[in-house]
T-cell receptor, first 113, second 114 residues
Framework: AQSVTQPDIHITVSEGASLELRCNYS??????LFWYVQSPGQGLQLLLK??????LVQGIKGFEAEFKRSQSSFNLRKPSVHWSDAAEYFC???????????FGTGTRLKVLA | EAGVTQFPSHSVIEKGQTVTLRCDPI?????LYWYRRVMGKEIKFLLH????????ESGMPNNRFLAERTGGTYSTLKVQPAELEDSGVYFC????????????FGDGTRLSIL
């Protein structure tokens, strides 16, 4: 079955600390992978995407993610978190032959001053 | 360019009533999608339009939900009659022609059924 797992429902980090949000997927075809962020009162904003090529992708707001096919993972990282990064983060997978995205349940990030 | 816009941002109705949600995609985007997030759960696909044609409506929960996209521009999602389990946030997204383009999402409509 196709699925996305975000094992951490909540994460709390201090401002300036590094961040890694985990995402594992199960998908039968070549995956297209995405990270979206939803800030309070806002919609879903695309942070970054992976279709093919370099497995380390850079996104907006200083975020990056690494695709590891052998581990079926697409973890999101940021070296130094800012208070404005407090939001909910969603990992999603799509693929060739389908327009349908499958989302994880989200990880809510809290940032301590 | 203007993003995906959804209206209303929040709707509160009683069980048994009818509600219509509207989505205006990014201009020129042929693909339009509806998703729903029930509280605390994942965002789930409802359906996909290419222009005015429904390509995939496999995620529609039941026949109380009706989506239309007349003229291939904006789309509406009507729930009639609304049930308690329909509460959640309804997201609309759009993308240009082709599979590679990422989907751009609106701010969502929060639907509360009392």
């Amino acid at each position: 079955a196709q699925s996305v797992t975000q094992p951490d429902i909540h994460i709390t980090v201090s401002e300036g600390a590094s961040l890694e949000l985990r995402c594992n997927y199960s998908y039968g075809a070549t995956p297209y992978l995405f990270w979206y962020v939803q800030s309070p009162g806002q919609g879903l904003q695309l942070l970054l995407k992976y279709f093919s090529g370099d497995t380390l992708v850079q996104g907006i707001k200083g975020f990056e993610a690494e695709f590891k096919r052998s581990q079926s993972s697409f973890n999101l990282r940021k070296p130094s978190v800012h208070w404005s990064d407090a939001a909910e983060y969603f990992c999603a997978v799509g693929g060739s032959g389908t327009y349908k995205y499958i989302f994880g349940t989200g990880t809510r990030l809290k940032v301590l001053a | 360019e203007a993003g995906v816009t959804q209206f209303p941002s929040h709707s509160v109705i009683e069980k048994g009533q009818t509600v219509t949600l509207r989505c205006d995609p990014i201009s020129g985007h042929d693909n339009l999608y509806w998703y729903r997030r029930v509280m605390g759960k994942e965002i789930k696909f409802l359906l996909h339009f290419v222009k005015e044609s429904k390509q995939d409506e496999s995620g529609m929960p039941n026949n109380r939900f009706l989506a239309e996209r007349t003229g291939g521009t904006y789309s509406t999602l009507k729930v009639q009659p609304a049930e308690l389990e329909d509460s959640g946030v309804y997201f609309c997204a759009s993308s240009p022609r082709g599979l590679a383009g990422p989907q751009h999402f609106g701010d969502g409509t929060r639907l509360s059924i009392l």
